[in-house]
């Protein structure tokens, strides 16, 4: 695949008006875009900048890391890496506390759904992989070929809260025994005989029964919350005050642990219960700016992959 070819699987920003609002963006500032996907909300930000200003991003994806090769900005660099290892990087760039703005629009892509190589999607068949970064790691093929019952039961219903983890779990350990798991198809077959028929006229009636357990495993696969978790606390010396965090989560799992960060964040520091605080000692290291928000209908009807967006934004304190 050439480097346009890359390019031209292109993936529509989620929010980006919002989100460029919520950066406020200054002409000379320092930006980092955590998750470049296919660089459309990189390449606004860089729209948005005058000559002195900067874009760094991350992505763990090599597929992204190319299109990102092509966008041949002066402005603007590059990282192939997890977002988790954000602090060293920006200490690398020498830009600690310096930062005016950082985005995380979590998830998949949609190059990373629709090339069905990547073992992403039950619609179409490929290998069963699932890895933002197929060089690192474990594939779901790889996992699923030697996890037990109760393991795989406990993936899908933390990661997919799929109520019949159970049973789909312990009809994958029975196929598997004859014959290997390689396919998304595979997969996707085995879990709909494992789903009772969906109840007439319930919302389930409508939704492939893989969709819970192929999110759940994409989510364990890629440690995605434990990645979330890593990075926030980083966010806290990378900006600069004054500075705006800008998530935007595309389920509940991961909205609740941004909201419970920002939230902490907002109280300050935490003290014993017995101990007397006033208000002056607490030193909240951020100040939410916003409530939630959330895609218009507008958006959500071009572009259906917005229906589950959130965007949080809080601003580090001075
Ligand atoms: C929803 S897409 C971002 C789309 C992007 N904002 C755009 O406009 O094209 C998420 C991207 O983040 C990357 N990603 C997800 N989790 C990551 C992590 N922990 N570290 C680095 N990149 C990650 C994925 O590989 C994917 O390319």
């Known amino acids: 695949m050439s480097k346009s070819e890359f390019l031209n699987f292109s993936h529509q920003p989620v929010l980006l008006s919002e989100v460029l609002e919520a950066l406020n963006l200054r002409s000379d500032g320092i ?57 060293q990087y920006i200490e690398k760039c020498g830009f600690i506390g310096k930062v005016d703005g950082l985005l995380l629009d979590l998830g998949v892509s949609s190059p990373q759904l629709e090339v069905s190589n990547r073992g992403f999607s039950f619609m179409r068949d490929g290998p069963l992989d699932m890895r933002m970064n197929p060089e690192n790691g474990e594939s779901v093929a790889q996992w699923l070929s030697k996890a037990m019952v109760n393991d795989i039961a406990a993936v899908l219903k933390t990661y997919g809260e799929e109520r019949f983890a159970r049973r789909i779990a312990r009809a994958i350990v029975a196929i598997r025994e004859h014959k290997p798991l390689k396919t998304t198809r595979q997969l996707a077959d085995i879990i709909a005989a494992a789903h009772p028929p969906p109840r007439k006229g319930k919302r389930e009636e409508f939704k492939h029964p893989a969709t819970r357990s192929f999110q759940a495993l994409r989510i364990f696969i890629n440690r995605e919350l434990e990645q979330l978790q890593q990075i926030l606390p980083q966010v806290l010396d990378v900006l600069v005050p004054g500075g705006h965090l800008v998530v935007i989560s595309f389920h509940s799992l991961e909205d609740r642990i941004v909201k419970r960060f920002i939230r902490d964040c907002v109280r300050g520091d935490d003290f014993p219960q017995e101990v007397p605080v006033t208000k002056d000692m607490l030193s909240p290291s951020l100040r939410a700016i916003s409530k939630p928000i959330f895609p218009t209908a507008a958006e959500v009807a071009a572009n259906p992959r917005a229906r589950s967006a959130v965007m949080r934004v809080a601003e580090r304190c001075k």
Request: proline share 5%.
């Open 31 to 87: 930006y980092v875009d955590c998750t470049f996907g296919r660089g459309g909300h990189t390449q606004a930000i860089l729209n948005g900048l005058g000559p002195s200003g900067r874009v760094l991003a991350f992505d763990q994806d090599p597929e992204a890391v190319q299109a990102a090769l092509s966008l041949t900005d002066k402005r603007f660099s590059i990282i192939h890496s997890p977002f988790a290892q954000l602090g």
